[in-house]
C-alpha cells in the first residue's frame, strides 16, 4: 500500500484500466515508486502536476520506456457534502479542460519530451469532484476542499512522442507573425499565456517586434 494513503478515486480508476494482469502496481523501481510496472514498461498515471515527476523521469526515461496518463476534465460535476457527510448540493462546473492545458504542465517537462522512452496519452474525461465544507479548507475563508474525484466516462484519448507532435497541427493553423489573441482564438483561452511559455521554451517562436501594446511573435521553423 505505499504511495496510496491520498490516492483518489480517479487516480485508482484509471490504474486498474492500465494494468494488465501480469502488471504490478506501486512498484519499487531504481529507487522510486512507479504506478505501474507492466513487462518492461512503466506506466505513471498523473492527474495534475506533471513536473512533480521531473527527477523520475531524469532518472529512469534512459533506462525504461515510460507512458504517462493525464487526465483532462471536460465536464467535472461537483457534489458538495456537510461536515458530517450529508450531502448539500450537486452541479455541473462551468469549467471545461481543453487541449491546451497539457502547455502548463507540460512547461517543467519540456527537456524530457524529445527522449524516444516517453510516451504522453491524454485522455478526455467527465469526473465527479467530492467536496467537503467541514471548515479545514487551506484558504483563509475555509472554503469547501476537494476530498476525491471519480472517473465517469472516457470520451477519447491522444497520445503524443515528442515536441512537434504537441504542435504541429495548431502551429500549422497560425500566421508566421502573430500576437497572443490568434492563439487564443484557436481555443487556448485562459492558456494561452502557458502556450506561449511553452512555445518559447521549446524555441518554436521567437519575439519579433511590439505593436501597440502587443507583443508580436514569429514562428522560428524549428
Known sequence: MINTYNETHLHRTLKDLYSS??????????????????????????????????????ALLPLYP??????????????????????????????????????????????????????????YIDCEVIKIDDKKGRSRYKRSRIIDKKLLKIHREEEFCGI?????????????????????????GVYTSYTLSFLKKCKKIAFYTKAGRYHVYKKTGT
Open 21 to 58: 494482469n501480469g502488471a504490478v502496481q506501486e512498484s519499487p523501481l531504481e529507487g522510486f515508486i512507479c504506478d505501474i510496472y507492466d513487462a518492461g514498461q512503466i506506466v505513471e498515471i498523473q492527474t495534475s502536476k506533471l513536473s512533480a515527476l521531473r527527477v523520475k523521469l531524469e
Open 66 to 123: 515510460i507512458r504517462i496518463v493525464y487526465p483532462i476534465i471536460e465536464n467535472a460535476y461537483i457534489l458538495t457534502l456537510n461536515a458530517d457527510g450529508s450531502k448539500r448540493s450537486c452541479r455541473k462546473s462551468p469549467k471545461h479542460g481543453n487541449f491546451y492545458q497539457i502547455f502548463r504542465e507540460l512547461l517543467g517537462i519540456v527537456h524530457c519530451l524529445d527522449n524516444p522512452n516517453l510516451t504522453i496519452q491524454i485522455l
Open 164 to 188: 512537434n507532435s504537441f504542435t504541429a497541427l495548431f502551429m500549422k493553423k497560425l500566421p508566421e507573425t502573430f500576437i497572443s489573441a490568434d492563439l487564443r482564438k484557436l481555443g487556448a
